[in-house]
């Protein structure tokens, strides 16, 4: 059996890094850890390719060479999904569809032959031995979350890992709190499930083993779920880590109430994480309480200050459109987002998401008016907000152009390197070939020919005079700020 495993395309949103990613000389973020597990859970003798459209086209000798051909999407790739099924069914090809956009989407579902629901790690088995015995069912729906201790180490060998900036793993699928918009908790569960030490150790040994070295994404709906075993796994990691050079730096997501815990920030620094995204969401205390948003009460911006002292950058993730949000929001989100030093923060409309509490609660009011895009950023708004539409979008374009303004954004990353300043330095995989052809890249686009260069230059020298063993983290934050730029040009236009 022939399978071919399909990751569609990404609309140019934030995550997707578009145009940082040519500083770099990468073609993708992340490699899609969805497919690589599902990959992992067919027969050995069964044979993959995976074509990611993020970074290679879909060539019709491609589909042709394939028996089956599975494919991931979350919302925000439907259109891209729908035109990858409709390639294949016109060459006769089963067609199999997962991911978190089949599992909760409302919409009519393109034409596909089988469809699992929820995760696949039991219903995934069970669809081969159906095959098998030429009964495989249309749908497939995970009776229960599987324990992770089911999940296989993804098959990470079937990418191109030199055209990803970052690599993917997963500790825990799950999250204990019940923020109204999340739909996190309503497909993962509100019960954090872990891999064990080894698992994730031989995840790690994995990846090295390819060759990796360089940042690992833990994408972790909230790292720090399970406290309890998250404790027992970062001396482990800490221990690894020394083992190998320190081959990894490690990004992750994590709930605020992190700040509260010293000791964990203490083990998570040790185990060479550097940066963590955090949901604050919105400095109004009305609002969050309306979003069940509990974890995020007190001193907002002391938390955060707290985490940077443990030489974590902080990214976060903030909305407006909440039904509490006064007039002056936008103001108050932007003097939140300056006084924080956070300078890749993600600002978002409020969407309601199908399944979620925020959803229930719209359509009983009747305020639905349909299936959001699933890109928050875009101005577009799939309910009716309190605040006047015109105004909430007016506003919300007035944050994106002024927090990505070049002098307001570097501003912001001096801070954030001034309160992150610890002993570690550049991380052991700084690789000077590509350090150089980075640094050339960001001086021509960013240096000499962009309007904005006085400010870049302002900003790289004092970067460089006050933290001159940070070059490499000054020239990435100098392109994502690039990036950031670029789409508030687009998104942010009044
Ligand atoms: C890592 C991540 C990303 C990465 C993308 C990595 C990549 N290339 O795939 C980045 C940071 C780029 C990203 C971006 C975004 N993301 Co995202 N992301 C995640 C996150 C945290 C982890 C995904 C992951 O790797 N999971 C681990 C794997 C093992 O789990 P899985 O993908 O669910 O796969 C399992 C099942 O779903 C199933 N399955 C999956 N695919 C298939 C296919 C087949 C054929 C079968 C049979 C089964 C199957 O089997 C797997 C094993 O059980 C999830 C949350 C989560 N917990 O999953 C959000 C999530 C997927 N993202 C989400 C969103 C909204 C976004 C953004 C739109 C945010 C934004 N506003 O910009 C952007 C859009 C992407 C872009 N580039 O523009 C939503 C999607 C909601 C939806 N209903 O579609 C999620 C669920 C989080 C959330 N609630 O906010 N994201
Ligand atoms: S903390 Fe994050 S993952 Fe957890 S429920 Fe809230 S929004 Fe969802």
């Known amino acids: 059996m022939k399978i071919l495993l399909i990751n569609p395309e990404f609309p140019d949103t934030y995550w997707s890094f578009r145009h940082a990613l040519p500083f770099e000389g990468k073609r993708s973020v992340f490699p899609p850890l969805g ?49 990858v099924v409709k390639r294949c069914k016109a060459r006769g090809k089963r067609v199999v569809l997962g991911g978190p956009y089949v599992t909760t989407t409302i919409e009519e579902l393109p034409e596909a032959d089988h469809v699992f629901l929820g995760e696949a790690e039991t219903t995934l088995p069970q669809f081969v031995e159906d095959l098998a ?51 996190i908790i309503e497909i993962y569960g509100r ?61 992750t997501e994590s709930s605020l109430n992190l700040a509260d815990d010293e000791a964990l920030l203490a083990n998570m620094r040790d185990a060479g994480f550097r940066r963590v995204f955090i949901g604050i969401e919105t400095p109004v205390e009305e609002s969050l309480h309306e979003a069940q948003k509990s974890q995020n009460r007190g001193d907002l911006l002391g938390s955060v200050k707290k985490i940077q002292s443990f030489g974590m950058e902080v990214m976060a993730g903030f909305i407006v459109g909440f039904d509490n949000d006064p007039l002056d929001i936008f103001e108050r989100q932007i003097d939140f987002i300056r006084k924080s030093a956070i300078p890749l923060a993600m600002v978002g409309l409020l969407n309601a998401l199908p399944e979620t509490q925020l959803w229930k609660r719209l359509e009983r009011e009747g305020r639905l008016l349909g299936e959001a895009t699933g890109n928050n950023t875009v101005c577009t708004l799939n309910f009716k907000t309190r605040m006047d539409p015109a105004l909430l979008i007016q506003g919300y374009q007035t944050i994106m152009r002024t927090i990505y303004s070049p002098r307001e954004y ?78 508030s040009e687009v998104y942010g236009e009044g």
């Open 410 to 487: 570097y501003e912001r990353v001096l801070d954030s390197m001034r309160r992150t300043a610890q002993q570690f330095g550049e991380p052991n995989h700084y690789n000077i070939v590509n350090a150089v052809t980075s640094f050339t890249r960001v001086l021509l686009k960013l240096g000499v020919f962009d309007r904005e260069r006085k400010e870049f230059w302002r900003f790289f020298t004092q970067a460089v005079i006050k933290h001159r063993n940070r070059v490499a983290e000054t020239l990435r934050l100098a392109a994502m700020g690039y990036h950031f730029r670029k789409l």
């Open 133 to 183: 015995r030429g009964e495989a069912k249309q749908k497939y729906q995970a009776s229960e979350r599987p324990p992770l201790s089911a999940t296989p180490l993804a098959d990470f060998h079937l990418t191109n890992l030199k055209h990803y900036s970052a690599m993917s793993v997963q500790y825990s699928r799950g999250c204990p709190f019940s923020c109204e918009f999340c739909d």
């Open 191 to 251: 019960v954090p499930r872990t891999k064990s030490n080894q698992q994730m150790l031989a995840e790690f040994d994995a990846l090295l083993a390819l060759g990796w070295q360089g940042t690992v994404f833990i994408v972790d709906d909230n790292f720090i779920g399970n406290k309890k075993n998250v404790r027992q796994l970062l001396p482990e990691v800490a221990k690894w880590q020394k083992a190998h050079g320190y081959p990894f730096s490690f990004i």
């Open 35 to 83: 497919l690589l597990t599902v990959s992992a859970l067919l027969p050995d003798s069964w044979e993959r390719k995976l074509i990611d459209l993020n970074i290679e086209k879909l060539k019709a000798s491609d589909i042709e060479w394939a028996d089956m051909v599975f494919a991931t999407a979350m919302l925000v790739q439907k259109e891209s999904l729908r035109e």
